[in-house]
């Protein structure tokens, strides 16, 4: 009964698989699988945020392998959460050399200008993000941070309002 079964399925196994051209788009495919595989412990402790002990791990994923586009991210994000900015950007810029609309590494960019107070910059990084992305996790980071982008700029607002309002009381006392 068994070899009967494989005979009637093991053809239909076999008609999905089919050659497929090594590409690019194939190529960075498969890159960007062996990363999420090889960089998921990693990933657990920047998850954690306790950036002082993911930081060096990256930094010797990334001395073991300086091309892996995902382990210089991930030691620029710790920077960037670390407040060493200008550290950050230069690895930033060694990402964007190899693939200028890496998603994860944009959205640093962005946290990054939303600290320095370039609130127009971070808004167009993060809307390139959403345009050119197809990774769901990077359109939600995206929609947090244009949500945080919100409420700085209506914190603003309302700091504007709370003034004149007490400007226009005072004037009436």
Request: with cysteine; aromatic share 10%; glycine share 2%.
């Amino acid at each position: 009964m068994l070899a009967l079964g494989i005979y009637f399925y093991l053809p239909v196994v076999f008609w999905f698989i089919k050659a497929v051209p090594v590409t690019t788009d194939v190529a960075n495919n498969l890159e960007a699988q062996y990363n999420k595989i090889t960089m998921h412990p990693a990933l657990e402790i920047l998850k954690t945020k306790n950036y002082d002990a993911a930081l060096p791990v990256f930094t010797e994923m990334v001395s073991a392998n300086p091309s892996d586009k995902n382990a210089i991210w991930a030691m620029a994000e710790c920077l960037a959460r670390k407040a060493r900015y200008e550290e950050a950007e230069d690895l930033l810029n060694k990402v964007f050399a190899a693939n200028p609309k890496h998603g994860l590494s944009l959205l640093t960019l962005a946290y990054i200008r939303l600290k320095k107070e370039n609130i127009k910059e971070a808004e167009d990084l993060i809307s390139e993000v959403l345009t050119t992305s197809l990774e769901k996790e990077e359109h939600a980071l995206a929609y947090i941070m244009l949500g945080e982008i919100a409420n700085k700029r209506a914190m603003q607002n309302t700091f504007f309002l709370a003034r004149l309002k007490y400007q226009i009381n005072m004037k009436s006392f």
